[in-house]
């Protein structure tokens, strides 16, 4: 069987890439500290030597829209584009093209619908800013096929908390019962909190401080009790106006155990809190 070897969970900057590459006299006073910290994070990806990277992400209405919006897809295609023109314009993030797993994605969208997740599904998915981000961070050579899953973490209603969380475990079953000798990390993106376009866009600061320094405390100790009886999407949302994106966190922390993270680490940028983690496997899913 496949052996899970790594769950990582990050927030997924799109200015990172922009931000530590340009003239050193034009970078921002936090570039290098950022930079080192990615680079720090991306051994702790390097050490599991993964064979394969099941990927967790969520489409910022780029290919996913109003008209038809999942709540939780996989991609099942043998390449996948990425980088759409907007993210090229405004990030200065290049193209892509990443290599798909069929096997694994069929197997995986199977055990998946075996265990009451009806997951929509995609031959022709294209890849945007929340899997691209953590290929540039922790994988930027972009050499291991990848099995993309995307979750609706922007159009109400949402999933629970607790589904997020129980979709995590369901895929930790997924990754632990694909008959391969492969070696599996999971990586998932999202937010802690967050404000896109309202009035505490721009603090020093991201928006609910006290949210963060919770929320990163939570996943490090694998509080999944604390983290579900204190996050709502009426909660998230009062922390700033997108920081649904934690939802990613919590599915991430279903994959990993829940357990203590093996690597934690942060940095309070300009309007966000940046925040990784990584854990190791201690135990199969149960």
Not at 108 to 124: C, G, I, K, T, V
Not at 159 to 179: E, V
Request: hydrophobic share 40%.
């Amino acid at each position: 069987m496949a052996k899970l070897v790594a769950t990582l969970a990050s927030t997924h900057h799109p200015f990172y890439l922009k931000a530590t590459t340009m003239p050193p006299e034009q970078q921002m006073p936090e570039a290098p500290t950022w930079k080192k910290k990615i680079e720090a994070y991306r051994e702790t990806l390097a050490k599991a030597e993964p064979d394969i990277l099941v990927m967790v992400g969520s489409d910022h209405f780029h290919q996913i829209f109003l008209d038809n919006c999942p709540q939780f897809l996989i991609g099942k295609a043998a390449r996948y584009d990425a980088t759409f023109y907007n993210e090229e314009r405004e990030f200065g993030i290049p193209k892509y093209v990443l290599e798909g797993d069929e096997d694994m994605s069929r197997f995986m969208h199977r055990h998946l619908m075996d265990q009451d997740f009806d997951f929509a599904f995609s031959n022709e998915l294209k890849i945007d800013h929340s899997i691209i981000c953590p290929i540039i961070t922790v994988r930027p050579q972009n050499d291991l096929p990848v099995v993309p899953i995307y979750t609706n973490i922007f159009a109400p209603p949402l999933p629970s908390p607790r589904r997020f969380y129980n979709l995590g475990r369901a895929i930790r079953k997924a990754i632990d019962a694909y008959p391969s000798d492969k070696r599996v990390a999971a990586i998932g993106t999202g937010h802690l909190s967050l404000e896109l376009g309202g009035p505490r866009q721009f603090m020093e600061t991201g928006p609910d401080p006290v949210f963060d320094r919770q929320a990163i405390e939570w996943l490090r100790n694998g509080d999944i009790e604390a983290i579900l009886d204190n996050v709502t999407h009426e909660s998230m949302v009062k922390s700033g106006n997108a920081t649904q994106g934690f939802l990613n966190f919590i599915l991430m922390l279903g994959v990993a155990g829940p357990e203590n993270a093996d690597y934690v680490d942060n940095l309070d940028l300009f309007h966000t809190m940046e925040a990784y983690f990584t854990w190791y496997p201690k135990e199969q899913a149960a």
